[in-house]
């Protein structure tokens, strides 16, 4: 079982854009704790997902100056091969979550989009999407076990610096743990979508139909930017089945 990275060095693996604002966030007593609590878990022979080298994994794919839209999710998926450190997002040949089936859902609803095979979100990272979990780690099987330990911080200081030194970004807030993040947002600035949660459990109050995909294309084109393709890529259609 490999070690937790050293502190010290984890900041080596961001895209360059991010060091500059975030390399602080690693002397600071929250992260120290935190990575003290991942240590702990990590001796007493805890699975924690995603794997090690994709707990950053957010902040490798995008840019700071080139992100366009933020969708914030909660914690990492908590089952075995479904995380790799983007919300939302499972590995290519891993079944497909409910949540991100009603996303499919409103993707086709949305902009005709037809329901891809996989759900792997990394061309949207490509083009500007942040997939930003409010907190990046989970023990396997354990929702939500990871809250509260300091993440927190860091995601919010990412939102922040968003939002304070960029203009023109559309965030996706879906449910109430991502519309806690509204105050963090400069709403002058920027374009904020919200909605429910898109699990089965509260998309139908109001997820499926809310049109955020042609509402954050509309806002970006409207600013200059290029749109977003949310069309997934077609790499993993010949690979797993896609519900349980």
């Known amino acids: 079982m490999k070690n937790i990275p050293k502190l010290s060095t984890v900041n080596e693996t961001f895209h360059p854009s991010w060091v500059s604002l975030l390399g602080q966030e690693f002397n600071k007593p929250y992260m120290k704790s935190l990575w003290s609590f991942l240590e702990s878990e990590h001796k007493k022979g805890k699975i924690i997902y995603p794997p090690m080298h994709n707990w950053f994994e957010v902040l490798k794919k995008t840019a700071f100056d080139e992100v366009k839209a933020v969708i914030i999710g909660q914690d990492p998926y908590h089952g075995e091969g479904q995380a790799h450190g983007l919300s939302f997002s499972v590995k290519p040949d891993t079944i497909i979550p409910a949540s991100l089936r009603n996303i499919h859902k409103e993707l086709l609803n949305d902009l005709k989009i037809i329901t891809p095979a996989h759900g792997h979100l990394a061309s949207w990272s490509k083009q500007g999407v942040l997939l930003l979990n409010t907190v990046l780690t ?107």
């Open 138 to 244: 989970v023990e396997r099987s354990s929702p939500r076990s990871h809250q509260g330990a300091g993440w927190e911080i860091f995601t919010n200081k990412i939102i922040k610096e968003l939002s304070k030194k960029r203009q023109n970004l559309v965030f996706f807030l879906w449910g109430n743990e991502a519309q806690k993040k509204f105050p963090l947002i400069d709403k002058k600035r920027h374009l904020i979508l919200q909605a429910p949660h898109p699990s089965p459990l509260s998309a139908y109050r109001g997820f499926l139909g809310c049109k955020h995909f042609s509402l954050a294309n509309k806002y970006i084109y409207k600013h200059r930017k290029n749109e977003i393709n949310w069309t997934l890529t077609a790499i993993d259609q010949n690979s797993s089945p896609q519900k349980p």
